[in-house]
C-alpha cells in the first residue's frame, strides 16, 4: 500500500538558521508530491507541488523541495527560518494522475523556532 | 472571495450522541472532499463528492458515519452514535475539478468523551 513518512515529529530550530524537514513514500512509480502547512487556527495550506520537470521545485513563503527519485525522497527546505514559520508540516502524495484526489498523508512534522 | 468554512470549530459531545459537522466549499467548487486526523496521526481520506453525488467514500470509518451534500452545495458530515475513537480532526476541502488545487477549511475539532 502506498504510504508517506515523515520521520520527525517534532523539530526545533533558532530563527535564521535553515531547516530541511524529510518525507519518504512508498509508491511503484512516481506520484505526485504535495507539502502543506497548518498553521495555529488556519486550515491546511499548500506550500509546493511536484508533478514532473525540474525536480526543485519553489514554493510559497521561501519554501522549496527537492523530489529525489533513487530517494523516494521529497524533502522540504528553506535557507532561513522566520518565527511566523512555527507550524505543522505535511508532506502528501496522490498515488496516480488523476488529480488532487484521496491525498496520502504523512504523520506530520511539528516546527518550533526558537527567537 | 470566501475559502473552505467549517463549522463548529470545536466540538465535544459524550460517547453514545450524535454530531453533524457542517462544510460550505468554495462557491462553484463542484468537488468536495473529507479527511480526517485522529490522535495526531496521518489525516485519512474519507470520501469525495462531484456535486452531490459520492464520487469515492472508501475511506468512511464504518456505517455510524454519514455523508451528505443536497444540492451540490455545502456537506454535512454526521456521527451517530460517536464513539470515543471518533475523536479527532475532520477537514473539509473543495476544488474546482479534479486536476485543480484543492482548498481545505480549518477543520473542526471533535472530541468524544
Known amino acids: 500500500a502506498q504510504s508517506v513518512t515523515q520521520p520527525d515529529i517534532h523539530i526545533t530550530v533558532s530563527e535564521g538558521a535553515s531547516l530541511e524537514l524529510r518525507c519518504n513514500y512508498s509508491?511503484?512509480?512516481?506520484?505526485?508530491l504535495f507539502w502543506y502547512v497548518q498553521s495555529p487556527g488556519q486550515g491546511l495550506q499548500l506550500l509546493l507541488k511536484y508533478f514532473s520537470g525540474d525536480t526543485l521545485v519553489q514554493g510559497i513563503k521561501g519554501f522549496e523541495a527537492e523530489f529525489k527519485r533513487s530517494q523516494s525522497s521529497f524533502n522540504l527546505r528553506k535557507p532561513s527560518v522566520h518565527w511566523s514559520d512555527a507550524a505543522e508540516y505535511f508532506c502528501?502524495?496522490?498515488?496516480?494522475?488523476?488529480?488532487?484526489?484521496?491525498?496520502?498523508f504523512g504523520a506530520g512534522t511539528r516546527l518550533a523556532v526558537h527567537p | 472571495e470566501a475559502g473552505v468554512t467549517q463549522f463548529p470549530s470545536h466540538s465535544v459531545i459524550e460517547k453514545g450522541q450524535t454530531v453533524t459537522l457542517r462544510c460550505d466549499p468554495i462557491s462553484g467548487h463542484d468537488n468536495l472532499y473529507w479527511y480526517r486526523r485522529v490522535m495526531g496521526k496521518e489525516i485519512k481520506f474519507l470520501l469525495h463528492f462531484v456535486k452531490e453525488s459520492k464520487q469515492d467514500e472508501s475511506g468512511m470509518p464504518n456505517n455510524r458515519f454519514l455523508a451528505e451534500r443536497t444540492g451540490g452545495t455545502y456537506s454535512t458530515l454526521k456521527v451517530q452514535p460517536a464513539e470515543l475513537e471518533d475523536s479527532g480532526v475532520y477537514f473539509c476541502a473543495s476544488s474546482q475539478d479534479r486536476s485543480t488545487e484543492a482548498f481545505f477549511g480549518q477543520g473542526t475539532r471533535l472530541t468524544v468523551v
Open positions: 509508491y511503484g512509480a512516481t506520484p505526485y
Open positions: 502528501a502524495v496522490v498515488p496516480f494522475s488523476g488529480g488532487y484526489n484521496k491525498l496520502i
